[in-house]
């Protein structure tokens, strides 16, 4: 992990290394380098989020591997535990099903926050993204792509906008958010 | 990473000295002596003291241990990326890894890794907050979503930031966190209401708002450099830490339960907080309810399992006991009368449109306490219970388990589950709109009431409705009048309902509960006419006994109602001395009392019973413990109390066998008065055999943790209890008649209003 927090610091510090690892396997160091680009990036740096977000194309972001913790339950209660702990799962999963749960939508808002950051939302995403955003359940998602939107300046993503129904109150909310700021817009 | 200061510590050697050389019938003490004998005996059972321990004493054993639990925590971070609770409460993981980063400072300033072991650390814990909880954050719509999730997570990213940014390695992510994390605190502090109250009830502003709001204060004033942040207003609504901590305390009833002012029901409160603002502020009422909480060792707090440390940390260097206002009075949330020994809060906040399950509808509703005993009953129903299931109060979710539909009722929620005025009976009201559910409340201190008016909430569910407004006072602090104003254009019957704990016992004039604790409560309905009902509730609420007394007061059908209930409470039960000294056993078996006698025989071992005694005495941290020890019994004596705590007891006085059975729920919270045998009480004198199992760590009771043994046993009395036999209010005229004599009080009533 040191070499990757490492790696991770130093697209803060060099943004000419950001090209070499968009496609980098390890999903920690593709988020990081989503965040940096939203940090330091340009209109310019657009491109290298778009091929971050090809990276996640057709990853389920709930397909979660049976895992099974020896000493407690599998929820908010290991928050706490400190201890022996062993875990396994009900048969084996393909590193990418491992990789992909791990990461969940992380990636996604990373970027999109990224586009938020930066200020332009490139109109060749906007179908695709109102596309995504009606069958995707990953609230997350959902909340950083409403966020993005704004920047679109967009009336006319409005009616699209309705139709998308927020699973909880984030996504909801900045569902609605986005739909009163491009109104006014 | 920040260096040449432990964080969050202002003087270490003050507080080495502080708690090293705290002598025996000092708190301190007591609390230092629970912390290290506990996390010495069972350093993965108590891992969230270890730390602490070692920054205290520096000796290598707790050294060792602080380490070896830092080195655990971080093995497990990987394998928590596949736990579905990371995934989707990724904010109860926050504040606990934000601590657990604090701890590990402590430890690098104690110098106790290589250069190597703390980068590989560091990179790990930074990782993971980077990955989940600055991700976590960024989910929660800035600036509006103001709660308990956000807040975690804010804070988490404001401390992990500060803590990677210091030093000669500067983190650029931890930057970033710090930035961003840094923005959100003072907004979320400020979006709270001006009153302090999250709206999220009892539980959550004592275990889950408490321990962060004082780690707020202290982590902005360090980075911010400034002093006297507790009574600094944050914008916008202006609120200031110090009004949230109030009513924090406010929030903890005479006996140390927790108010149940929401689906959790009575719980045990956090102390830290308590303890923080008494040192800040000296003031008497946070060094009271400090000095009786329930010190048994930390179950359900929110953000880590360390709430006795932080106590002891902050613990006041003189406790006020000064005489002080025990009433209280928050226009937008509710109020409290108080006083000789007698107690009612009166609740009004709002509750959740549709869904009340956290935020009950639970309008105007009253919680009675007397003699430090809770009598009323409220918080959720056991799952097998199917009162208060109503049509419309059916969900279903998908965020309970994966991948699979979860239906649940919340009907208990509703107006029908908690001491409310039932409009035509109905009893599954609720808040429907995101309108205004409630008008103007006032408090009266000179005759001792509090008055809340709930109109728009009933008026969302009957448009008619013009007035419901609810009076209760304290009475010649002696007695309440609970009174219901309600007028509407069509007529509505008009009932007052109590839910309160049991046991329903014969009463010659309205209803009457003694509860097991001593006290007994008479309800007399103050209306001629007054139709009385009652009704037993197994499983409802969940706790402490799982069953309630339903008791309703119905008035015909009219325009105008102005219904009275007089609550007389009285003391059935006096608790006497303590008895201490009990020898002890502890054994990896299951034995038989004769066996246990014969070892007991042999124990050398004394415990008060004050404590589990892996935090009373230099023991193993071992399951099952046998006491014994033999008293006198004065004259007068009737009943044993046991300890709060005791799992799977088992007693006998004088040989005799007498069953826990009736205590198995409620011991969890509330002590146990249990009667002495006649040949017992004859002979003079008991011999007390007394089994328990104690908890051996915090993750007891599936992960939840359980309360250990704390209160002692000690002797108690029988008394004959006051008992109301008429009672009437007449042009303005209060009457009331018992077995000692009459009481006549001029009262004001509310009919002008209605």
Partial sequence: MKETIALIESFFADRNSWEKYVDHPDWHVRYGLAVAIGELGTKEDIPLLEKILKMEEGRSLFNQPGAHFSNCTDDTRLSEYIGLLTMHFDREYPEEVMQAWQCRGRIYQAVFFAVYKIGYFPESWKEKTLEFMKTCSDYAVVASMCIALRRTNDKSIIPALKEIEGTDFCSSFELTKTIRILSEA | ?754
Wanted: aromatic letters at 12%; a negative charge; charged letters at 25%.
């Fill in chain 2, 1 to 754: 990473m920040l260096e040449n200061e432990y964080f969050l510590i202002d003087d270490i050697e003050a507080l080495r000295r502080k708690v090293l050389e705290a002598g025996p019938g000092d708190q301190r003490n007591m609390l230092w002596n629970a912390i290290t004998r506990s996390v010495r005996s069972s350093v993965f059972g108590f891992a969230w003291y270890a730390p602490f321990v070692a920054l205290i004493t520096r000796e290598p054993r707790d050294i060792e241990n602080a380490k070896a639990v830092i080195r655990a925590y971080v093995d497990k971070l990987d394998k928590m990326t596949y736990c579905m609770g990371l995934q989707f409460h990724f904010w109860c993981f926050a504040f606990p890894h934000a601590k657990i980063c604090i701890y590990f400072q402590w430890l690098c300033e104690l110098g106790v890794y290589t250069e190597e072991e703390k980068e590989e650390i560091s990179a790990q814990l930074l990782n993971y907050q980077f990955t989940n909880f600055y991700y976590g954050m960024r989910t929660k719509p800035e600036p509006e979503c103001v709660d308990n999730q956000t807040l975690s997570l804010a804070l988490s990213n404001v401390i992990v930031g500060f803590l990677f940014t210091q030093g000669d390695k500067k983190s650029r992510i931890a930057e970033i966190m710090l930035r961003d994390g840094l923005k959100r605190v003072p907004e979320i502090l400020g979006g709270f209401p001006k009153s302090g109250y999250s709206g999220e009830g009892s539980t959550y502003m004592d275990v889950v708002i408490g321990p962060s709001i004082w780690i707020t204060v202290e982590v902005l004033e360090r980075i911010w450099g400034k002093k006297g942040l507790l009574y600094a207003e944050f914008p916008p609504s202006m609120v200031r830490p110090i009004d949230m901590l109030k009513l924090i305390a406010d929030s903890w009833m005479p006996g140390g339960l927790l108010l149940p002012w929401d689906n959790y029901g009575y719980q045990i409160g956090i102390r830290s907080a308590l303890a923080y603002v008494a040192k800040k502020t000296g003031e008497a009422v946070y060094c009271d309810k400090l000095e009786h909480a329930v010190w048994s060792y930390d179950v359900g707090a929110g953000w880590a399992y360390d709430d006795l440390v932080w106590t002891l940390v902050h613990f006041p260097e003189k406790v006020s006991r000064d005489a002080y206002e025990k009433g209280w009075f928050v226009p937008e949330v509710g109020g409290v009368v108080c006083k000789n020994d007698r107690y009612v809060f009166q609740m009004w906040d709002d509750s959740a449109p549709n869904y009340p399950t956290r935020m009950n509808c639970n309008p105007n509703s009253v919680v009675f306490n007397a003699y430090d005993t809770p009598l009323s009953a409220d918080g959720a129903k056991s799952h097998d219970c199917r009162r208060f299931e109503f049509e419309n109060t059916w969900k279903t979710v998908n965020y309970l388990k994966m991948n699979e539909n979860t239906s649940f009722n919340f009907g208990e929620g509703c107006v029908g589950g908690h001491s409310c005025v039932l409009i035509d009976g109905n009893e599954a009201m609720m808040a429907v709109t995101d309108g205004p559910q409630t008008d103007v409340a006032h408090c009266a201190k000179d005759e001792n009431s509090v008055t809340g008016d709930v109109t728009p909430v009933y008026r969302q569910n009957y448009g008619d409705i013009e007035l419901v407004r609810r009076k209760t006072t304290l009475v010649g602090e002696k007695f309440f009048v609970v009174e219901d104003a309600v007028r509407s254009e069509k007529k509505h019957s008009v009932t007052a309902r109590f839910v309160l704990r049991p046991e329903l016992v014969k009463a010659d004039t309205g209803v009457r509960i003694e509860v097991n604790q001593g006290v007994a409560l008479q309800l007399v309905p103050l209306n001629e006419g007054a139709e009385v009902r009652t009704e037993e509730v197994i499983g409802y609420p969940r706790k402490p006994e799982n069953k309630s007394v339903l008791v309703d007061f119905t008035l015909p059908a009219a325009e105008k109602t102005v219904s009275r209930v007089l609550a007389f409470p009285a003391r059935t039960v006096r608790p006497m001395d303590k008895i201490k000294g009990f020898k002890g056993i502890y054994t990896e078996k299951d034995l038989t009392a004769a066996e246990a006698e014969k070892l007991l025989g042999e124990s050398e071992m004394t415990f008060d019973l004050d404590l589990p005694p892996y935090m009373e005495k230099d023991v193993p941290v071992c399951r099952k413990w046998w006491f014994k020890g033999k008293t006198a019994l004065p004259e007068g004596a009737t009943h044993l109390i046991l300890p709060i705590g005791f799992i799977n007891g088992r007693l006998f006085v004088n040989g005799e066998e007498i069953s826990l059975q009736p205590f198995a729920t409620s011991a969890n919270l509330l002590y146990s008065y249990v009667e002495i045998p006649e040949a017992a009480r004859r002979a003079g004198e008991a011999e007390i055999l007394f089994f328990s199992e104690v908890p051996v760590d915090h993750y007891e009771n599936g992960g939840d943790g359980r309360t250990g043994l704390f209160g002692g046993i000690r002797l108690a009395a029988a008394e004959e209890p006051e008992t109301v036999l008429s009672a009437s209010c007449i042009g303005g005229k209060l009457c009331v008649k018992t077995d000692r004599g009459s009481y006549e009080y001029a009262y004001k009533g509310m009919e002008d209003e209605a």
